[in-house]
């Protein structure tokens, strides 16, 4: 048999937007460029006024901001 997966469809900027302040730990690791640290990192610094902020959190320059911001809201 093959097992079927229940989860969300993979996470692609084209989807729904993830809302930066309520967005749980695994939402944020399946966005390409975030891992657990970062991902750490950003649940430590909500509340967040917008998901521009997250050029303040550690570990995401420019580059992987650039990368990422289209998966928020």
Same mark, same amino acid.
Request: net charge positive; charged share 25%.
């Given at each position: =048999? %093959?097992?079927?997966?229940? !989860?969300?469809?993979?996470? =692609? ?10 967005? !749980? ?8 460029? %975030?891992?657990? =640290?970062?991902?750490?990192? %950003?649940?430590? /610094? ?15 320059g420019?580059?992987?901001? /650039? ?7």
């Amino acid at each position: =048999t %093959i097992a079927r997966s229940t !989860s969300t469809p993979p996470l =692609t900027p084209g989807n729904s937007k993830l809302d930066i302040n309520n967005a !749980s730990e695994k939402q944020l690791e399946d966005v390409p460029g %975030i891992g657990p =640290t970062i991902a750490g990192r %950003i649940i430590a /610094g909500r509340p967040f006024k917008s998901a521009d902020d997250l050029k303040n959190v550690k570990g995401i320059g420019d580059i992987r901001y /650039g990368k990422i911001r289209s998966y928020f809201q």
